[in-house]
């Protein structure tokens, strides 16, 4: 599971290379993304943009059309940071109450319900941490990593249909996704459904994810794609 860093940033695009991806299409954005991560060096003088945030990174669609970030308020984002610094010293039972009075005092507080079920996980309570991440989804669906920590779990719980169903959600929501296309594929093989779906899917992600190169790079001949 990937905890949500509370001031979220993932990759920090030339600025240039930024405004060129507004008003491109999502292949555009993509291959441009691909490109850049392949060896784009910056052109002297040139100075970086802005960080992206990690659904930005994660989706050409959204890089280019940017959504505005949810502020929590103050006594939230004070719960929050120390709930984190409780849970970097271990301290998990503590850093969950700090998380619960977060999301008490903000809903759609996303990260702090995505770590709060990181730390339930962590102290074995799983179903608390699959119903905090299932209240992250519905209050923030603009943030995928969400429906994939909430898929990983179902997936450890051996509740494949579940998982399948929350994937399958998020590639709705977010089908440019390189995250809800792996998280897709995945669960797809775990099932032993070796589709042509399955295959697209990692085929898509693998610019992001190397087991989805693995994957594909070894793909049972004796259960060719349907």
């Known amino acids: 599971m990937r905890r949500a860093l509370l001031i979220a940033s993932a990759v920090l695009l030339?600025?240039?290379?930024?405004?060129?991806?507004?008003?491109?299409?999502?292949?555009?954005?993509?291959?441009?993304?691909?490109?850049?991560?392949?060896?784009?060096?910056?052109?002297?003088?040139?100075?970086?943009?802005?960080?992206?945030?990690?659904?930005?990174?994660?989706?050409?669609?959204?890089?280019?059309?940017?959504?505005?970030?949810?502020?929590?308020?103050?006594?939230?984002?004070?719960?929050?940071?120390?709930?984190?610094?409780?849970?970097?010293?271990?301290?998990?039972?503590?850093?969950?109450a700090k998380y619960r009075e977060a999301v008490a005092d903000d809903p759609q507080y996303f990260e702090a319900w995505n770590n709060l079920a990181l730390e339930l996980n962590t102290i074995g309570k799983t179903d608390e941490a699959i119903a905090a991440l299932r209240h992250a989804v519905q209050y923030a669906p603009q943030h995928v990593v969400g429906f994939a920590n909430l898929a990983e779990l179902l997936c450890q719980q051996k509740r494949y249909a579940e998982a399948e169903t929350v994937a399958r959600q998020a590639m709705k929501l977010h089908k440019h996704s390189f995250d809800a296309n792996f998280t897709l594929g995945i669960i797809l093989v775990d099932e032993g459904k070796f589709t042509w779906e399955a295959k697209g899917d990692l085929e898509y992600a693998e610019v992001r994810y190397p087991r989805a190169k693995s994957l594909l790079a070894s793909w049972p001949v004796n259960k060719p794609a349907k």
Not at 15 to 21: E, G, N, V
Not at 36 to 61: C, I, N, Q, V, W
């Open 14 to 96: 030339p600025a240039a290379l930024f405004a060129q991806m507004v008003g491109m299409t999502t292949e555009e954005t993509r291959q441009l993304i691909i490109t850049s991560e392949m060896g784009h060096s910056l052109p002297k003088g040139e100075k970086p943009g802005r960080p992206l945030t990690f659904e930005e990174a994660d989706d050409p669609t959204v890089a280019a059309h940017p959504l505005p970030p949810h502020v929590p308020p103050a006594a939230a984002r004070k719960a929050a940071r120390k709930a984190e610094h409780l849970a970097k010293k271990k301290h998990h039972v503590e850093a969950i």
